[in-house]
C-alpha cells in the first residue's frame, strides 16, 4: 500500500484593509466552527494547474470571477502526514476588486480588519500562512514552505 496524496487550496483575498475569511459551518466535520481562507480540496484534474483549482474554488464559495481577483500568487504551502498520506495545504493570497460577504455552501463568508484576525478562532495552519502573507507582505513572490 502506497502513500496516498490529498492536496487543498485556502485563498485570502484582500480588499482595501480587510482580508475575506470563511467561518465554516457548525454542522461541518472538519474544523466546525473555525476560521480559515477560501478553498477546498484540488480534484486530481487540477494537479498540474493547483492556480485552476483556487479560482475554481473561490467562484463556487463566493461568487466572484477570474477577472474579478488581481495577483493570485501562491505564497504558503504547508505539508503534513495524516492517515497514511501527505497533505499538502497551498495557500494563496490575492486582491479582490469588489466585496462579497454573507452565507455559503461552507459557512459565512466576513472581511475582517487585518489588524483584528488575531482574535479569531482560526483553524491553526490557516492563522500561521495568514501571518505568514502579512509578515512579507502581499508583493512577495516566495513561497514559504511550513511543516
Known sequence: ????????????????????????????????????GVGGRVEQEEFEELEAAAFRELQEETGLKRQEI??????????RPESGDLV????????????????????????????????????????EALESILSSGLELDVVDFLS
Not at 70 to 79: Q, S
Not at 97 to 112: F, H, M, Q, T, Y
Request: proline share 2%; hydrophobic share 45%.
Open 70 to 79: 488581481r495577483e493570485l500568487k501562491l505564497r504558503v504551502v504547508v505539508t
Open 88 to 127: 499538502l495545504v497551498c495557500f494563496y493570497s490575492g486582491l479582490a476588486l469588489r466585496p462579497v460577504e454573507g452565507l455559503c455552501r461552507e459557512g459565512e463568508l466576513k472581511w475582517i480588519d487585518q489588524s483584528k484576525f488575531d482574535t479569531l478562532d482560526m483553524i491553526e495552519n490557516a492563522r
Open 1 to 36: 500500500m502506497g502513500i496516498g496524496l490529498r492536496v487543498y487550496v485556502a485563498v485570502f483575498l484582500f480588499y482595501s484593509d480587510k482580508v475575506l475569511l470563511l467561518k465554516r459551518s457548525d454542522q461541518k466535520s472538519f474544523a466546525p466552527g473555525l476560521w480559515t
